[in-house]
Each structure stands twice: as structure tokens, then as C-alpha cells.
């Protein structure tokens, strides 16, 4: 109910924004396909950052954020477009749903590719899982719905995951601004260091990759449950 509430609250603020959109002549594909070429600009941001940029300059990183969290803008934008613009279809729901998926795999590509350039491992494979655990949220919802369920449940559906890789993407760019991006903090007796700069946008990588195959698993225990009540 509290993001319902949330989304409506959005929806009165951007709702001005959309009948401009709509008065220039834009279409909820059209929207979609800005929204997609943004992400696309996403990964082009990291990639240049892993080719010209340096280990300890992250502010790659947080312009990166910043691009992501506009892109999602116009994840609700389209849809919005469509509805005051009288303007829903059923290929447009189908084109959304497809690009929206384009467009998380492209922005993993960047990132992935940004944390192998700079050998943070680890992180990368987090990465790559929480991608995983992404298109497998979305995947199991969509073949629930197939099967005539609806199963919408659990975190870390995409407007969380968008604001999360936004939110942590430019607080990284910021705090090395102030601290720097090659801060490390080491604890006595211990050889290695705990945390560093890139650690705020790594961390909820890693926390995304738990949640999101979390909660895909979660709906396809909740869909085998809706399945063997409707054959009783």
C-alpha cells in the first residue's frame, strides 16, 4: 500500500511533464525507446570510464547514477503517457516489458564491464548474479501471469532495483569527491582493508544479487502454490 501511495504521489508531480510529452506528439513507444537509449548511454558511460578513466576516479561511477535514476524516470513516464494519452496497447505493454529488459542487461553490461576493467572480482560476480536475479524477478512474474496468476509479490521489484543502482551509484561518485576513490579502511590485526570508496556502490550490488534471487524464488513457490490449489 505505502508504494502505491508512493507511485501515486510521483504521478501527481510528473503528470504535468506527461501532458507535454503528449502535446509534442510523444507516444508511450517513444518514451520507452528514450528510456532505453539512456540506459545504452549507462553503459557507454562506464565502459569510457574502464578505458580512459583511473581506478581511484569514480566519478564515472556517479554521473552514471545520475543517468541511471532519469532513465527510470521514464520507466513510469510510458506508462503514464499511454494512459492520459488514451494511447494503450497491447503490443505497447509488450514493448515496454521487452526493453525494460534491454535496458536492466545493458546497464549490468557497463557495470560488469567497469568492475572487471578495474579488478574488483568479486564484486563483478555479484554483479553478473544480481543481473541474474533481475531478469529471473520479471521472468517469473511474466510465466506466472502466462499461467493466469498474479504474482507481483516480494522486494526488489525494477523501480527498487533502478533506485537502488542509482542511489548507491552517486553516493559513491560523491564521497570520493570529498574522501577520495582510493580510501581504504584497514581494522588492526587485520591484513586486508574492510571497506573502500567503491564499496557504497558495490555493497548494494552484492545485497541486490541476495534479495533479487530471494524474492524469484519466492514467486515460484507462490505460483506452485497457486497451481496446486487451482487443481484441487
Known amino acids: 500500500m505505502t ?17 507535454g510529452l503528449i502535446k509534442i ?11 532505453f537509449l539512456l540506459n545504452v548511454g549507462v553503459a557507454v558511460i562506464f565502459i569510457i570510464g574502464a578505458l580512459q578513466g583511473q581506478r581511484a576516479d569514480l ?34 505493454a509488450l514493448f515496454d516489458s521487452v526493453l525494460d529488459r534491454y535496458s536492466e542487461l545493458v546497464m549490468f553490461l557497463g557495470i560488469c564491464y567497469y568492475l572487471v576493467a578495474y579488478h574488483y572480482f568479486f564484486s563483478s560476480l555479484f554483479a553478473f548474479l544480481a543481473m541474474i536475479g533481475s531478469m529471473m524477478v520479471s521472468y517469473t ?44 579502511l584497514f581494522v588492526p590485526g587485520i591484513k586486508y582493508h574492510v571497506f573502500e570508496t567503491m564499496s557504497i556502490f558495490t555493497i548494494p ?3 541486490m544479487a541476495v534479495l533479487t534471487n530471494i524474492t524469484a524464488i519466492r514467486r515460484l513457490m507462490a505460483a506452485k502454490t497457486a497451481l496446486e490449489a487451482a487443481h484441487k
Open 205 to 207: 550490488l552484492t545485497v
Open 3 to 19: 508504494r502505491d501511495q508512493l507511485q501515486k504521489g510521483i504521478y501527481v508531480v510528473i503528470n504535468p511533464f506527461v501532458r
Open 59 to 92: 566519478s564515472y561511477v556517479g554521473w552514471a547514477g545520475a543517468l541511471i535514476l532519469f532513465a527510470g524516470l521514464f520507466d513510469m513516464l510510458d506508462g503514464q503517457v499511454a494512459r492520459l494519452g488514451n494511447m494503450s496497447s497491447t503490443f505497447g
Open 141 to 184: 512474474r511474466a510465466r506466472s501471469e502466462g499461467l493466469g496468476i498474479q504474482n507481483k509479490g516480494g522486494l526488489m521489484q525494477r523501480p527498487e532495483r533502478v533506485i537502488l543502482v542509482a542511489v548507491s551509484a552517486i553516493a559513491c561518485g560523491v564521497t570520493a569527491h570529498f574522501i577520495g576513490g582510493d580510501y581504504k
Open 25 to 35: 506528439g510523444f507516444t508511450p513507444n517513444t518514451v520507452t525507446l528514450v528510456g
